[in-house]
């Protein structure tokens, strides 16, 4: 008896609905990979003088005292909107939302241009305290610090903007010799005002850095209560979570970016009371150390490893470096407030 012969299978049908739905979304995905990577790029660096004389020229004003100083800081609030991707910190729609390393970049860099706004507002356009402040500065000031992830109407870079005019506007009266209504005055106390702000940025950033492998933090000072007897000092271990490690270090690596343009352009600016204080030497080593903490990343992702370890923990690095820059501003400091 033969057997009969089972019929053969039949061959299964590709769904195309499926195909259709998969490749679009397959492709989307990539595109925005492809723009994240493009986009996860800090801008370079530029040279103050240079870029200050030719806008300069540009505008037909001569380059005056406090110019460098005034440019540098209109520069690096452009590059934070005119940098590759825009500004993403108030991004809500792919790719820029699932980025986080550019948008921290953007908030160091932004928080050293809020304080060299204020500087310039405060205490570098103003003979002394009793002395009224710059229209122009005062009206950039609140503008710069305005929220940094506002995307409403005003959103954050329209409120830049406008802060870049009006600073714009300074400029222009600074540099003018018929209108000569906008000041800047290269002092060594107005310089030193400033860097304390710098000092109080830095150490902060070092100890938020370091706590990344983690550190004992003891309160040498606790608070006393109201009978003025201080209680006994307490150690609290501190470790930055893994999420926010990369956090940290690419707010860093944007107000190191920042700080280090805006020291180049005072070295400039300032340059007969640095001289005359024997400070070139101190100014000159926060550059250097700055210039260390730029150099590029040779790894795709911020590495955490132990301090003696295997592999390298690039927070530690970053802090070693911030450090010995906040050593040589006090160094420098303290060279200014001399007689």
Do not use: C
């Amino acid at each position: 008896m033969n057997a009969t012969a089972s019929p053969a299978p039949t061959p299964r049908r590709r769904n195309p609905v499926g195909l259709l739905v998969a490749v679009p979304i397959a492709i989307l995905i990539l595109v925005i990979l492809f723009f994240m990577w493009w986009w996860d790029k800090e801008p370079e660096q530029f040279d103050p003088v240079t870029v200050t004389t030719a806008h300069m020229k540009d505008i037909s004003r001569p380059l005056s005292t406090g110019a460098v100083t005034t440019y540098t800081l209109i520069r690096s609030v452009d590059t934070l909107m005119d940098k590759r991707g825009g500004y993403l910190s108030n991004d809500k729609m792919p790719p820029g939302v699932f980025m986080d390393n550019m948008p921290n970049w953007e908030f160091g860099s932004l928080t050293a241009s809020r304080d060299l706004s204020r500087a310039l507002r405060n205490d570098l356009s103003r003979s002394q305290t009793q002395s009224t402040e710059d229209k122009d500065l005062g009206e950039a000031d609140p503008l710069l610090n305005s929220p940094n992830d506002r995307w409403l109407l005003p959103s954050s870079e329209s409120q830049y903007s406008k802060a870049v005019d009006d600073l714009e506007k300074y400029l222009g009266r600074l540099s003018d010799a018929e209108d000569a209504n906008a000041h800047f005055y290269a002092r060594a106390d107005n310089l030193a005002d400033y860097l304390q702000t710098v000092s109080a940025r830095l150490g902060s950033l070092s100890q938020r850095l370091s706590a990344a492998a983690g550190q004992l933090k003891v309160d040498a000072a606790p608070n006393a209560d109201v009978s003025g007897n201080a209680g006994p000092a307490r150690a609290v271990y501190v470790k930055t979570p893994w999420n926010k490690i990369d956090d940290n270090f690419y707010e860093a690596r944007g107000y190191t970016w920042a700080l280090l343009e805006q020291l180049k352009a005072i070295r400039h600016d300032f340059a007969p009371i640095l001289r005359s204080k024997n400070a070139d030497a101190s100014l000159q080593q926060v550059i250097r150390e700055l210039e260390e903490s730029q150099k590029a990343l040779g790894s795709p992702v911020v590495l955490n490893g132990s301090p003696f370890g295997f592999f390298a923990n690039h927070s530690l690095v970053m802090a070693n470096y911030i450090s010995r820059a906040n050593a040589a501003i006090i160094d420098l400091r303290g060279l200014l407030n001399r007689g």
